[in-house]
């Protein structure tokens, strides 16, 4: 028999992070009493997945197509930060230091899963550069093993570009850090990067 | 503006377990690609919100009612076995030691948060024991604080029903326990329990 408590724990299992123990926790939390979260949720999910779709220009998650950052005529129009996630980009405007456009690649390079360009957006990266004149592309790929080769596949791919400057977001210790407790490729890069003061 | 993104992650930080870390990255997996896993979690949440009620015989959560444990004839009608969540009642059951019947409390005693008998399914079992002929009642609770006060509330409460056997679930070092990493309470609890073999 369809046992719904049981098709729910599965289905939440299935979410990044939820293990059969946390579901359960999860689905009993939703039965205890008032069952007016549950409904809420129920709403809000079918919400995102009915209106959410990805900007045509910037291939941000938005209900609106283009979305806010990119209908915003304040933001710079010919700067745009390449990043590999919506919530990459959540960060770096938390950070109030850009004021530029966005282009979320939705993943970084992973060829031995199967990521590779074609799988990122990456194509219609190269068709917003064709029909918009953009001045610098800053590359905010995380400085992983799969951010880096990004963000290097795509200084190659976009070199031919006229008047682009590429730029790529600076790897070092982190403010607040501690040199003592930063990694050695860390540290290697920050020294390496040093500047004048 | 109303943003559906930002609303379902707030839904999602009031399910236990869930930070704004975990709520984001679980939206921003369901928009990735298909969107068939959402509409089916926001088609199961609603589910059990709408159609899980609580049995009227043992307080588990159901479609049905009475549940299917109670409507089995199979399990004995005389015993009942007294745990204080539906997670509880489904480790015993995967213990497959136990073939009666279960009471949910839905908590335990714990005053000082304001969880006092009236909050938890006390009355329930108080009027079932007067309408079924029950011979063993087993205290399952947890052996906490609050599982070990709610237990010996429910002996003192129901001392006084004829005929009525109370017991209560043995504490001890667990199968596969190494005595070496076991707590003293539980060590302590292991001796004075000790049994002839």
Request: aromatic share 2%; with cysteine.
């Amino acid at each position: 028999m369809h046992d719904p408590i049981l098709h729910l724990i599965r289905l939440l299992t299935r979410l990044p992070g939820v293990g059969e123990r946390s579901a359960t926790r999860i689905v009993f939390s939703l039965l205890a009493g008032e069952r007016e979260l549950a409904r809420d949720l129920s709403a809000a999910i079918l919400d995102v997945a009915e209106h959410v779709h990805l900007c045509s220009e910037c291939c941000n998650l938005s209900q609106q197509d283009p979305c806010s950052l990119c209908a915003d005529p304040k933001r710079e129009q010919d700067m745009i930060c390449v990043v590999e996630t919506v919530p990459d980009m959540m960060a770096v405007e938390r950070s109030k230091a850009y004021h530029g456009r966005y282009h979320i690649l939705h993943g970084a390079l992973a060829p031995l899963e199967g990521i590779t360009p074609e799988k990122l957006k990456v194509r219609e990266l190269l068709q917003r550069l064709q029909r918009t004149d953009v001045r610098e592309l800053i590359l905010a790929t995380n400085p992983t093993v799969e951010g880096e080769s990004t963000a290097l596949y795509l200084r190659k791919l976009l070199a031919s570009v006229p008047g682009l400057r590429i730029t790529r977001i600076a790897t070092g210790i982190p403010k607040g850090g501690d040199l003592e407790f930063i990694d050695r490729a860390t540290l290697a890069q920050a020294l390496e990067a040093r500047r004048e003061i």
